[in-house]
C-alpha cells in the first residue's frame, strides 16, 4: 500500500502526465482520471488492496461493487465476461459512450471488485486521455467516481482534489468533464434486462435497438 500525504495534480496536456500516472497505478497507487462523464477514481483491477483503498479513500459503503473500465471489447476476455450478440451489440452501438453494462463474470475477477456477485458493471468511456491511461497501464481500471461517497459527482480536477486531496495519489486534470452526468446503467445478468441507473443512454434511446432487445425500467 502506497502512503499518501499529498496528492499530485498532473496536466494532461504535458507529455509525461498519463505515463506518470500510470506508473502510479502499477505500483498500486490510486488515480482520479477524467471521463466522458464524471471525473472516475481508478485502481488496478487485479490489484485487491488498491481496490480496498478506493473504499476508503471515498467512505464507500462495502456492499457496492466497482465498475471496470476498459480500453475496448478485447478486455472482456481478461474478466471472463462472454460477449454474447446482446452485449457486443449494446457496445457496438453505445461504446465507447455512457452506457456501463453489468454482466457474470469469471471466478478469478478480485472479489472486492464484484461485491461476491459474480458479476462486473463494463464500460468504455468516450475519452482521449481515459483510454491512452488504459493503454499504458495495459489492463482494465476498477473505477468510480472520484468523490466522496454521497458527494457532489466531480466535473473537474478541482472538484477532485477538493473532496478526495491527501486521500490518493494523483489526479489527471483534462478540464472539465464534457457530459457531467454518470453513465445509465443495464443489467444484462438477468433476464429481462433491467435498467439500475437511468442516463445519458434513455431508455428510448435504448428501444431505438429494436425488438431484440427487451428491458425492464428500474
Given at each position: 500500500?502506497?502512503?499518501?500525504?499529498?496528492?499530485?495534480?498532473?496536466?494532461?496536456?504535458?507529455?509525461?502526465?498519463?505515463?506518470?500516472?500510470?506508473?502510479?497505478?502499477?505500483?498500486?497507487?490510486?488515480?482520479?482520471?477524467?471521463?466522458?462523464?464524471?471525473?472516475?477514481?481508478?485502481?488496478?483491477?487485479?490489484?485487491?488492496?488498491?481496490?480496498?483503498?478506493?473504499?476508503?479513500?471515498?467512505?464507500?459503503?462495502?456492499?457496492?461493487?466497482?465498475?471496470?473500465?476498459?480500453?475496448?471489447?478485447?478486455?472482456?476476455?481478461?474478466?471472463?465476461?462472454?460477449?454474447?450478440?446482446?452485449?457486443?451489440?449494446?457496445?457496438?452501438?453505445?461504446?465507447?459512450?455512457?452506457?456501463?453494462?453489468v454482466a457474470r463474470c469469471a471466478a478469478h475477477v478480485p472479489?472486492?471488485?464484484?461485491?461476491?456477485?459474480?458479476?462486473?458493471?463494463?464500460?468504455?468511456?468516450?475519452?482521449?486521455?481515459?483510454?491512452?491511461?488504459?493503454?499504458?497501464?495495459?489492463?482494465?481500471?476498477?473505477?468510480?467516481?472520484?468523490?466522496?461517497?454521497?458527494?457532489?459527482?466531480?466535473?473537474?480536477?478541482?472538484?477532485?482534489?477538493?473532496?478526495?486531496?491527501?486521500?490518493?495519489?494523483?489526479?489527471?486534470d483534462g478540464g472539465a468533464c464534457p457530459g457531467g452526468v454518470?453513465?445509465?446503467?443495464?443489467?444484462?445478468?438477468?433476464?429481462?434486462?433491467?435498467?439500475?441507473?437511468?442516463?445519458?443512454?434513455?431508455?428510448?434511446?435504448l428501444r431505438l435497438m429494436g425488438g431484440d432487445l427487451a428491458?425492464?425500467?428500474?
Amino acid at each position: 500500500m502506497m502512503a499518501t500525504k499529498s496528492t499530485l495534480l498532473l496536466n494532461a496536456r504535458q507529455s509525461d502526465a498519463l505515463d506518470q500516472a500510470a506508473a502510479l497505478l502499477r505500483q498500486g497507487g490510486l488515480v482520479a482520471f477524467p471521463t466522458d462523464t464524471v471525473y472516475g477514481l481508478g485502481a488496478l483491477v487485479w490489484n485487491a488492496a488498491s481496490v480496498a483503498r478506493i473504499y476508503q479513500a471515498k467512505a464507500r459503503p462495502p456492499e457496492k461493487a466497482i465498475p471496470v473500465l476498459l480500453a475496448g471489447l478485447a478486455q472482456l476476455d481478461l474478466l471472463g465476461v462472454e460477449a454474447t450478440p446482446l452485449l457486443a451489440t449494446l457496445a457496438e452501438r453505445f461504446w465507447p459512450g455512457p452506457l456501463t453494462l453489468v454482466a457474470r463474470c469469471a471466478a478469478h475477477v478480485p472479489e472486492i471488485v464484484t461485491a461476491g456477485t459474480l458479476t462486473v458493471a463494463v464500460r468504455m468511456p468516450a475519452h482521449a486521455a481515459a483510454l491512452r491511461l488504459f493503454d499504458l497501464v495495459g489492463q482494465p481500471l476498477a473505477t468510480t467516481s472520484a468523490n466522496l461517497s454521497g458527494h457532489a459527482n466531480p466535473l473537474t480536477a478541482q472538484d477532485v482534489m477538493a473532496q478526495l486531496g491527501g486521500r490518493i495519489e494523483a489526479v489527471v486534470d483534462g478540464g472539465a468533464c464534457p457530459g457531467g452526468v454518470p453513465s445509465t446503467v443495464l443489467d444484462l445478468s438477468v433476464s429481462p434486462p433491467r435498467i439500475l441507473r437511468p442516463g445519458p443512454v434513455t431508455a428510448h434511446d435504448l428501444r431505438l435497438m429494436g425488438g431484440d432487445l427487451a428491458f425492464v425500467e428500474g
